[in-house]
């Protein structure tokens, strides 16, 4: 088994009233390759515009993974992929218990092959095996949807 590590950093700052509930939610990720994103909260009103909120990076993990092991059903199919742009959509609800959580993610990944390319049916069942193998998906109770499309020229 492997181990994923993000260290997570936040400090207050000079001007934040934080008994007052005025503070930065600005805060750093890093993760063990020494990448830094600079993070905050999904509430627009007090978000920086240049952060990536913990939401987002649910729904682009979720995305990254399912396209990596599609990628792999591809090659493995006798497929080449010549490109693949996805924009997933994450939607939050509240559950039974009335919190609030991401309950369905839609990915849309335009796929480009080069040469042949699979059948809607072939193109359908990778995608399927890519869901059930996603280590990701794999993790979150999140509804995952799939509504992948060739690209042709």
């Not at 952060?51 to 649910?58: G, I, R, S, Y």
């Not at 090659?75 to 693949?84: H, I, L, M, Q, T």
Request: contains cysteine.
């Amino acid at each position: 088994m492997s181990q994923h590590t993000a260290r997570i950093g936040w400090n207050l700052r000079a001007d934040d009233e934080f008994a007052k509930g005025r503070y930065s939610r600005d805060h750093e990720w890093e993760f063990d390759s020494g990448v830094k994103v600079p993070a905050s909260t999904a509430m627009s009103e007090i978000a920086s515009p240049d952060t990536v909120d913990p939401e987002e990076a649910l729904v682009a993990a979720l995305a990254s993974c399912h396209m990596m092991t599609f990628l792999y059903f591809v090659r493995k199919g006798g497929f080449v992929v010549e490109s693949y742009d996805d924009t997933a959509v994450g939607e939050t609800d509240k559950n039974d218990r009335g919190k609030t959580y991401v309950a369905r993610v839609t990915l849309s990944p335009a796929i480009r092959f080069a040469g042949s390319a699979p059948t809607q049916a072939e193109l359908d069942e990778m995608h399927h095996r890519a869901h059930e193998d996603c280590f990701i998906a794999n993790s979150v109770v999140a509804e995952v949807t799939v509504a992948a499309r060739i690209v042709n020229d």
